[in-house]
T-cell receptor, first 111, second 110 residues
Framework: GEDVEQSLFLSVREGDSSVINCTYT??????LYWYKQEPGAGLQLLTYIFSNMDMKQDQRLTVLLNKKDKHLSLRIADTQTGDSAIYFC???????????FGKGTKLSVKP | DSGVTQTPKHLITATGQRVTLRCSPRSGDLSVYWYQQSLDQGLQFLIQYYNGEERAKGNILERFSAQQFPDLHSELNLSSLELGDSALYFC?????????FGSGTRLTVV
């Protein structure tokens, strides 16, 4: 079945770049998503990429997609303490229709 | 405010009891999804409704059921509750691709 894998933790210093990686299995996924969850809150859609794109940039966020390796990454430039949260990768539009989420990467930003 | 409203925010109940979680989707969104978030299992898809009809089922236990009403709000019913059902339950809605999530209901079974 479909599966999405992410590393569980990432720690960076304020001002550095953060790169969060994700692998997925459903090659029929149409869109791939990054969501952010702050403590005590729901998931907030950060950005998404269509499966026929290699890269998408949105201000400090850059998404890279390697469809051959089924690898997705999210780069956050100039990481701030307010970026501390859990980041979820998700694939969707594939055979199941609903979004399949990874377990989330907890990003800690040290001042 | 995401536009997806979930009530209640917190719920504490005893084992064996039954609870109902409520979700109002964003205005215009026809699809409602329910997810369970626990520390060890991450975000698990439970069930999807589209315009009142069940569209897809995930890892939903037989003790759980849901429905979507004509006004498009949805309810998730959890019965014969066990300690392991303690989790955050999220509702999300969509009109196309990508979901908008509510802030969740934290269920604690004691």
């Amino acid at each position: 079945g479909e599966d999405v894998e992410q590393s569980l933790f990432l720690s960076v210093r304020e001002g550095d770049s953060s790169v969060i990686n994700c692998t997925y299995t459903d090659s029929s996924s149409t869109y791939l998503y990054w969501y952010k969850q702050e403590p005590g809150a729901g998931l907030q859609l950060l950005t998404y990429i269509f499966s026929n794109m290699d890269m998408k940039q949105d201000q400090r966020l850059t998404v890279l997609l390697n469809k051959k390796d089924k690898h997705l990454s999210l780069r956050i430039a100039d990481t701030q303490t307010g970026d501390s949260a859990i980041y979820f990768c998700a694939e969707g539009g594939g055979s199941q229709g609903n979004l399949i989420f990874g377990k989330g990467t907890k990003l800690s930003v040290k001042p | 405010d995401s536009g997806v409203t979930q009530t209640p925010k917190h719920l504490i109940t005893a084992t064996g009891q039954r609870v109902t979680l409520r979700c109002s989707p964003r205005s215009g969104d026809l699809s409602v999804y329910w997810y369970q978030q626990s520390l060890d299992q991450g975000l698990q898809f439970l069930i999807q409704y589209y315009n009142g009809e069940e569209r897809a089922k995930g890892n939903i236990l037989e003790r759980f059921s849901a429905q979507q009403f004509p006004d498009l709000h949805s309810e998730l019913n959890l019965s014969s509750l066990e300690l392991g059902d303690s989790a955050l339950y999220f509702c999300a809605s969509s009109v196309g691709h990508g979901y908008t999530f509510g802030s969740g209901t934290r269920l604690t079974v004691v």
